[in-house]
């Protein structure tokens, strides 16, 4: 194997480009970018690349194998990736950082195929910016993706195999409405923050272990996801939106099909002036369970806030599981269909209006049961239909 370090700006397969004296790298050598720029004039491979200080690879849109690790550290660095397809067969970093210009994989499709940590330096716009593609959690194997800033953005597509992508404490953007490819039955994806910014119909697979960690739904206008098949969501599922998505009409539709959410469920935002919804209307004869809370978490909070439009949850003939402590603000225009209170130890406040056809409470501490109501909603109050509840079990 032998290590070839640039000493001009040159093409790849340029022997003078090099500092060896002849050929230029191959499958079994070392690449050194440092001080030059370097054009590929051909598909090329290599062990190890590093793009060292002032070093500049520029792709030509070419495909890049390597079997070792990607070195991008320095901060001078570049990589004009154009839409090439970067390939890590090999177990390692892949680091790839510089201030040259921080939309320089934005059209690249990146492959990585070992156990592998990505690190990516977001220079400008965190959500903007990224890969075109990526696939990770290749057999069985775990991508762990880091960023010295906040954000790293999928632009088209994020393929996983039978493993892991994992992305903890940072955000992961995906700009497109068919988001992700994957194994049903065995991906993982667990990142801490999932925000999901296309406009339109946007397609998320019923991931079978589930999405692990908080799942917001940002578009701009209009945004809707209809579920395919049973959901789990680890953290949070957010239909608030941020402030750029005050006056876009959120969805998110169950279709009869279940979903769980470990920890709190947001849909609505306060000064919204768009329609925020969750809808459990159901066909094909299915009835839709939604379970709020799960694992012990410290809090599972249902939060209704009301904008200029009140947010809606349509119950169609749901069945609304709750299991964790939390404060349930509703919104007294959304009625439920059942509602079920079982929470060993837990504490479910009631912050407003609550109309359900039918409730079971089975353990737990109800907090403000008077706040429960029967549905359809009667012409004179009657008592609380849970009213003795209120003794903790």
Not at 27 to 33: C, F, G, K, L, Y
Not at 81 to 101: L, Y
Not at 209 to 230: A, P, S, W
Request: contains cysteine; hydrophobic residues 35%; proline residues 4%.
């Amino acid at each position: 194997m032998a290590i070839f370090t640039s000493v001009k700006s040159g093409n790849w397969t340029a022997a003078d480009t090099w500092d060896v004296g002849s050929g230029y790298p191959q499958s079994a050598d070392d690449a050194v970018v440092t001080g030059y720029t370097v054009t590929q004039d051909a598909a090329v491979e290599c062990v190890n690349l590093t793009i060292g200080a002032s070093g500049i690879l520029t792709t030509a849109n070419y495909a890049i194998t390597i079997s070792g690790n990607w070195d991008q550290s320095s901060t001078s660095s570049c990589c004009n990736a154009g839409t090439s397809t970067i390939t890590q067969n090999g177990d390692g970093f892949f680091k790839c950082n510089g201030t040259v210009a921080s939309t320089q994989y934005n059209s690249a499709s990146i492959v990585l195929n070992g156990t592998n940590t990505l690190t990516y330096n977001n220079l400008s716009v965190g959500w903007v910016n990224g890969f075109a593609n990526m696939t990770g959690g290749q057999s069985a194997k775990t991508t762990t993706l880091a960023t010295n800033g906040n954000y790293i953005a999928i632009i088209n597509l994020l393929t996983i195999g039978t493993g892991i992508v994992a992305m903890p404490g940072k955000n992961l953007f995906f700009l497109s409405t068919n988001p992700l490819s994957v194994d049903l039955a065995n991906s993982r994806l667990n990142v801490t923050l999932m925000r999901f910014r296309a406009n339109g119909t946007l397609i998320l697979p019923p991931l079978a272990n589930g999405y692990g960690g908080i799942v917001m739904l940002e578009g701009t206008t209009n945004q809707t996801v209809t579920q395919t098949g049973d959901m789990a969501i680890a953290l949070d599922l957010s239909l608030a939106g941020v402030d750029a998505a005050l006056g876009s009409n959120i969805s998110w539709n169950t279709d009869g099909y279940n979903l769980t959410i470990y920890r709190h469920l947001k849909y609505g935002k306060l000064n919204s002036t768009g329609l925020k919804k969750l809808d459990a209307t159901a066909t094909g004869g299915r009835a839709s369970t939604i379970t709020v809370g799960y694992l012990g978490y410290g809090t599972a909070n249902w939060t209704s806030n009301e904008g200029t439009l009140q947010p809606k949850f349509i119950a169609d003939n749901s069945t609304v599981i709750f299991t964790g402590t939390g404060t349930i603000t509703s919104g007294k225009d959304s009625p439920f269909n059942n509602v079920i209170f079982n929470g060993s130890g837990k504490t479910f406040t009631i912050a407003d209006e609550l109309r359900c056809n039918n409730l079971t409470y089975t353990a737990g501490t109800i907090v403000n049961p008077g706040y429960i109501r029967p549905w359809p909603y009667p012409t004179k109050l009657c008592p609380p239909i849970i009213q003795p509840l209120a003794l903790g079990v």
